[in-house]
T-cell receptor
């Protein structure tokens, strides 16, 4: 079945770039998403990319999509302590209204 | 303020005692969905609804029921809760459920079943 995988933890120093990686299995996915979950809160959509794109940039966020390897990444430039959160990769399943989320990557930013 | 609300936010109950977690949105969204979040497993979709009286199973529907009698409300019903349903539950909604729509999430309900 469909699956989305992420590493569980990432630690970076304030001011450095963070790169969070995700692999997915559904080759027919048309949209892939990145969500942010701050402590004690629900998820918030950060950005999404359509599968006919290779890259999308939005201020400090850069999303890269490698369709051949089914690999998605989120780069956060100039990472701040406020970026500390759990980041979820998700895909929508073509032909359905279902969404598959990854396990989440906990990003810790060290001052 | 546009939002998704869930009640209760915290609940401790015992095995077999029926409970309902309510979800309401004020954005006139057609699509609503329930997820559970468990450590190491991420979010898993339980049920979703494309509109009033239209619901379908997600990846982990066993032990749950839903109903969508009104557009704004999408309650999650646990007829006979068991300890393996101890989890953090999120309700979400989006305009039409199409892939370019943003899903808005509620604050979560932490359920403990003893």
């Amino acid at each position: 079945g469909e699956d989305v995988e992420q590493s569980l933890f990432l630690s970076v120093r304030e001011g450095d770039s963070s790169v969070i990686n995700c692999t997915y299995t559904d080759s027919s996915s048309t949209y892939l998403y990145w969500y942010k979950q701050e402590p004690g809160a629900g998820l918030q959509l950060l950005t999404y990319i359509f599968s006919n794109m290779d890259m999308k940039q939005d201020q400090r966020l850069t999303v890269l999509l490698n369709k051949k390897d089914k690999h998605l990444s989120l780069r956060i430039a100039d990472t701040q302590t406020g970026d500390s959160a759990i980041y979820f990769c998700a895909e929508s399943i073509v032909g359905t209204y279902k969404y598959i989320f990854g396990t989440g990557t906990r990003l810790k930013v060290l001052a | 303020e546009a939002q998704v609300t869930q009640n209760p936010r915290y609940l401790i109950t015992v095995t077999g005692k029926k409970l309902t977690v309510t979800c309401s949105q004020n954005m006139n969204h057609e699509y609503m969905s329930w997820y559970r979040q468990d450590p190491g497993l991420g979010l898993r979709q339980i049920y979703y609804s494309m509109n009033v009286e239209v619901t379908d199973k997600g990846d982990v529907p066993e032990g749950y029921k839903v109903s969508r009698k009104e557009k704004r409300n999408f309650p999650l019903i646990l007829e006979s809760p068991s300890p393996n349903q101890t989890s953090l539950y999120f309700c979400a909604s989006s305009l039409q459920g199409i892939r370019s729509d943003e899903q808005f999430f509620g604050p979560g309900t932490r359920l403990t079943v003893l």
